[in-house]
């Protein structure tokens, strides 16, 4: 109990400090690892219980629209990381599914953020999207003007590329800090290994 307790409140302060003195990606990495750290350690339910304290303690500090934002992905995704590790799963199962839930999470954001505000924010993305492949062509002296439907692929794309490697990140960190801490996920590719150099 005293486990899940510390471990929610760190994934709340992590995301409080984050919020108010943003560091850039620093901190935005380290977001679902104290629910997965516990999913590990303590199993299912603790894992469950953090995330919804850690949204319940968020929604008392920032308010409830900004604690579903931490809840859905981050939340979710300290859940869903700990039960791949915890089953022993590989790094490509465990990413895949992460890229999925925090490609989810940011149009769940997306949709939470232009209800907030009244306006279609992906609208808006894509319009100015548009215009600067508009501006690209031109200096390209391409005479096509770019299809809506390409303009939203790339967008589309470039979220779920944006949340591979942010999952990879996750991944390389998780198993340099999880080692420390007597709590092993399972090793990584052979070609993550020479990369990182890092004796097991």
Do not use: C
């Not at 900004?66 to 981050?74: A, D, G, K, Q, T």
């Not at 791949?84 to 997306?110: C, E, H, K, N």
């Not at 589309?156 to 420390?180: E, K, P, T, W």
């Amino acid at each position: 109990m005293v486990e899940t307790a510390f471990l929610a409140s760190t994934a709340s302060l992590i995301w409080l400090i984050n919020y108010y003195f943003p560091l850039g990606p620093l901190l935005r990495i380290f977001f679902p690892l104290p629910i997965a750290l516990l999913y590990m350690r303590r199993g299912f339910r603790a894992a469950w219980m953090a995330a919804l304290v850690s949204g319940l303690l968020l929604s008392i500090l920032m308010g409830p629209n900004r604690s579903i934002l931490y809840v859905m992905p981050f939340g979710l995704m300290g859940v869903q990381l700990g039960a791949v590790w915890r089953r022993g799963l590989g790094w490509g199962v465990s990413i895949a599914l992460g890229t999925l839930l925090g490609s989810i999470g940011f149009f769940f954001r997306f949709w939470v953020l232009s209800v907030l505000l009244g306006e279609d924010l992906w609208l808006y993305t894509i319009a100015q999207i548009t215009s600067l492949a508009e501006w690209i062509y031109l200096r390209l002296g391409l005479l096509a003007k770019p299809d809506i439907l390409f303009i939203q692929g790339i967008a589309i794309g470039s979220v779920i590329v944006s949340n591979l490697i942010y999952l990879f990140v996750v991944h390389l960190v998780a198993v340099l800090l999880f080692d420390r801490l007597k709590t092993p996920i399972p090793r990584p590719p052979a070609w993550v290994r020479t990369l990182i150099e890092y004796d097991y």
